[in-house]
């Protein structure tokens, strides 16, 4: 057999670029990336004048980015409006109910002293869904995909040094433009430079490291500089890296002449020795400094973080990760943060890396589009894979409005920009160009596939380039023998629920790496068997690791009539939530993720009680859902009623017990997937399950049936908040019995107060059924638990939380803000 394998490593930029003066005089200065998400002003329709530089502003609002309108509530409250869901938006289970349409943001920017020759450039990281940039009542320029970064040369419609001009944007959700949520607005963060016409080119600077052992690493540093000027310059870089253990490494680029309006590439290498590497284990990453020099003088830095890795793939040893063999425990993730919509605030997007993290997960598949830069950068930090994808379409339409209407003209500057930005990263791992892309498989479509492919590989030929690829179910007539040709173009096939044709295809496609780009939570057992079983399956991706707003109930559970065949693919309002992920909206494992810790030995004991089936009703489970669990021994009103437990477990025996007595004893072998079922008589008390291994009781998991619900509970996930205007603190709200026992089925109403320098950012539930507003003072718990989410006003100050309810004794708590 010809072996078919990948070799790549790389030294990652986090892109933390900063701001830099040069000289001492303010008004000379250079800088990039400055914040640039503060006081701009917002106004949500399509008001006559939105451009003029004049218009009166009274009546916009103040808001600070990272912003997301779609979850604003509507003025009019009704029947059909409910805080920002509205019941008879077209498409609404598909995006949640929340709202589209157009809305408008400005913000004043004074041109600076003595600008001179520099240019002034603005950096989006990512607009919600289209969007048009106007400076002083002219149009610079627009974009039309909602996930790529992209920026504007404002230079030429500023006014005079000293003077003030406005920005205004013009922010579009058209609808029916996506199959899930995918928020409005300027939803990730803005920055703003200032730079020399000699300066580095947009992303412009490439760390690679092409050997990579224990002990040494080669870096080689690639860096595009442009020269905007009308006269040559001689142009060098230096570079300084400072390990994690404080080492410092300096280097130089020889010098290359750039001519007038022209752009040239320098480069420079060095060898690390005994590098620390990055791994999910230990993420070290290493910190460089890269300074631009043209005739001596310096014009340009960037300021980054990066990591040294190296990645290879091949048939026989399957993925290695610096020389070891590394399974992918993967989760499909879409980019919401919950009750924040879609807003990418920093501390949101590191969270929700952390809990994954924490759950488990080693790898996340960025479904169907680029994440945030924080995203990647707390990938990077925390120690997670990332495949990294672009598309949901092609030419081919999903949806009326969405992005198969602008692909033809924007894909090739769309995908490069996924890559140019992306491509530091040493978390990112591979390359998406599309995700069940209807023309997969056509002529058509495979011409697109090998453009797309050529397009990354231009910009980065060091990862491989996969997609998903599902069944036919969009072709009908077309049997999965068809796929080949959407095969044919990629590095790493991605299969969408086929872990049946894994082994055959292997054995028609014996050089053909795979892995499971989608699959099925109640299929966990079986595709992490394939994972173990074969070298050339890489890891398993389940969809999905966390629910997300859209998609509204594809991973239902409900009861219907036993002789009923109905079923449904979403569900209808008031469903918001997908209700598939295995971490529910605010962080929390639902039932299929203790399942999971068992097949990946997070865990080797873990307990769940079955929903009783009311008598002539059935359960019905979409594919992408899980049985109607919880781990819960409070069941008041089935008395004396069956009731089925689930004990998941890696341990050969179990035995159960309901108040000392013992319902039964089973032993398990692989043909039980790790599950064992009981069925017994409700009562309340204490249900115990015990593990058996040789004889021995290994360790035991208890359920308590617990009083009713007296006090509540408030736990910040942080005891204090940096005093930054983007700041948040997550505080989870629990209920107790008056043991401190949490109490499941309470589900009463809440309201919070928040006095300090902060402003609450959103509060509410896990629930799948939305419950009004996102930001209002009043919420409900769902199953015992909510969370109240707070954001820093910048100032610092003690901060206090006061929530109350009627039935429940109030609970106070106070954080500092630093």
């Given at each position: ?187 990730r963060e803005v920055k703003l430079s200032v730079l020399n016409p000699l300066s580095f080119a947009p992303w412009g600077v490439f760390i690679t490291t092409p050997k990579v052992s224990k002990e040494t690493a080669v870096v080689l540093l690639e860096v595009a500089v442009t020269n905007q000027a009308e006269v040559a310059a001689d142009m060098t870089c230096e570079l300084s890296i400072l390990s994690p253990e404080n080492e410092i490494i300096e280097l130089q680029s020889p010098g290359v002449v750039a001519e007038p309006n022209s752009s040239v590439i320098l480069n420079a290498s060095c060898d690390i020795k005994n590098p620390a590497l990055w791994s999910p284990e230990v993420a070290n990453l290493y910190r460089a400094e890269v300074v631009l020099l043209a005739n001596g003088e310096e014009v340009d830095r960037y300021q980054l973080n990066f990591g040294i890795r ?509």
């Amino acid at each position: 057999m010809k072996l078919r394998q990948f070799i790549f490593s790389l030294v990652s930029m986090a892109t933390v670029l900063f701001l830099v003066s040069c000289g001492s005089d303010p008004s000379t200065s250079f800088y990039r990336n400055a914040d640039f998400n503060s006081d701009w002003k917002f106004h949500m329709g399509d008001p006559d004048g939105a451009v003029d530089p004049g218009l009166n502003e009274s009546d916009w609002k103040t808001v600070h980015l990272p912003h997301d309108w779609s979850i604003i509530d509507y003025e009019v409250q009704d029947s059909l409006h409910q805080g920002p869901f509205y019941k008879n938006l077209p498409g609404g289970s598909d995006v949640g109910y929340l709202r589209d349409g157009i809305a408008w943001y400005r913000k004043e920017y004074t041109t600076p002293a003595k600008l001179g020759d520099k240019r002034v450039i603005i950096d989006f990281d990512g607009v919600q869904s289209q969007m048009e940039l106007w400076v002083n009542g002219e149009k610079m320029g627009e974009h039309v995909y909602g996930y790529t970064p992209f920026q504007f040369d404002i230079t030429s419609s500023l006014h005079a040094a000293g003077e003030a001009n406005v920005i205004a944007v013009k922010t579009m959700n058209p609808g029916e433009n996506s199959r899930w949520f995918a928020g409005a607005g300027i939803y990730r963060e803005v920055k703003l430079s200032v730079l020399n016409p000699l300066s580095f080119a947009p992303w412009g600077v490439f760390i690679t490291t092409p050997k990579v052992s224990k002990e040494t690493a080669v870096v080689l540093l690639e860096v595009a500089v442009t020269n905007q000027a009308e006269v040559a310059a001689d142009m060098t870089c230096e570079l300084s890296i400072l390990s994690p253990e404080n080492e410092i490494i300096e280097l130089q680029s020889p010098g290359v002449v750039a001519e007038p309006n022209s752009s040239v590439i320098l480069n420079a290498s060095c060898d690390i020795k005994n590098p620390a590497l990055w791994s999910p284990e230990v993420a070290n990453l290493y910190r460089a400094e890269v300074v631009l020099l043209a005739n001596g003088e310096e014009v340009d830095r960037y300021q980054l973080n990066f990591g040294i890795r190296s990645i290879a793939y091949s048939v026989e040893d399957g993925f290695l990760l610096n020389g070891k063999e590394f399974l992918m425990k993967g989760a499909c993730m879409h980019h919401d943060n919950g009750l924040l919509g879609a807003a990418a605030f920093r501390d949101a997007e590191y969270r929700r890396v952390k809990v994954m993290k924490e759950n488990g997960y080693n790898a996340i598949r960025t479904s169907h589009n680029p994440p945030s830069e924080h995203f990647l950068n707390a990938c990077d930090e925390l120690g997670m894979l990332v495949i990294d994808e672009s598309f949901d379409h092609w030419e081919q339409a999903k949806r009326p409005n969405d992005y198969s209407n602008y692909f033809k003209e924007w894909h090739i500057k769309d995908v490069q920009a996924m890559v140019y930005r992306d491509r530091n990263h040493p978390s990112v791992v591979m390359w998406s160009f599309g995700n069940e892309v209807k023309e997969r498989a056509d002529p058509e479509g495979i011409e697109i596939g090998k453009t797309l492919k050529a397009a990354i590989k231009e910009v980065d030929d060091t990862r491989p380039v996969t997609q998903a690829v599902c069944f036919f179910w969009d072709n009908p007539g077309k049997e999965w023998d068809y796929s080949a040709g959407a095969f044919s173009m990629l590095d790493i096939g991605g299969y969408n629920y086929q872990y049946l044709e894994y082994e055959s295809d292997h054995q028609l496609y014996p050089e053909r790496l795979m892995y499971g780009s989608e699959t099925f939570p109640l299929q966990a057992w079986e595709n992490w068997e394939m994972v173990k079983r074969h070298k050339y399956v890489l890891g398993d991706f389940v969809w999905t690791g966390m629910d997300y707003i859209g998609e509204s109930g594809i991973g239902h559970n409900r009861l219907v009539d036993e002789n009923s065949r109905m079923r449904s693919f979403l569900r209808d309002w008031p469903w918001y939530i997908s209700w598939c992920g295995d971490i529910d909206i605010l962080g929390n494992q639902k039932p299929q993720s203790y399942y999971r810790d068992i097949l990946w030995g997070e865990s080797r004991l873990e307990m769940m009680v079955v929903r009783p089936v009311p008598e002539g009703m059935r359960s019905v489970v979409s594919m992408w859902g899980w049985h109607d669990e919880l781990n819960s021994w409070n069941w008041e009103g089935f008395e004396g009623k069956p009731i089925k437990v689930k004990v998941y477990t890696s341990y050969p025996e179990v035995k159960l017990e309901l108040n000392g007595e013992t319902i039964g004893t089973k032993t398990l072998d692989s043909t039980d997937r790790y599950i064992a079922e009981f069925e017994l008589p409700y009562a309340a008390g204490e249900l115990k399950a015990t593990a058996i291994q040789s004889g021995n009781e290994m360790e035991t998991k208890t359920l308590l049936t617990t009083g009713n619900a007296t006090q509540l509970l408030l736990e910040a996930e942080s005891d204090q908040i940096p005093a930054k205007r983007n700041s948040l603190v997550y505080i989870n709200v629990s209920s107790l019995d008056a043991e401190g026992l949490p109490v499941l089925s309470h589900e009463s109403e809440l309201e919070v107060k928040v006095t300090g320098p902060a402003t609450l950012q959103a509060a509410g539930n896990a629930s799948p059924e939305h419950q009004g507003s996102f930001t209002d003072e009043a919420f409900h718990l769902f199953r015992g638990k909510g969370m109240v989410i707070l954001r820093s006003t910048g100032e610092p100050g003690e901060i206090v939380v006061d929530v109350s309810a009627k039935d429940l004794k109030a609970a106070r708590l106070a954080l500092n803000a630093e």
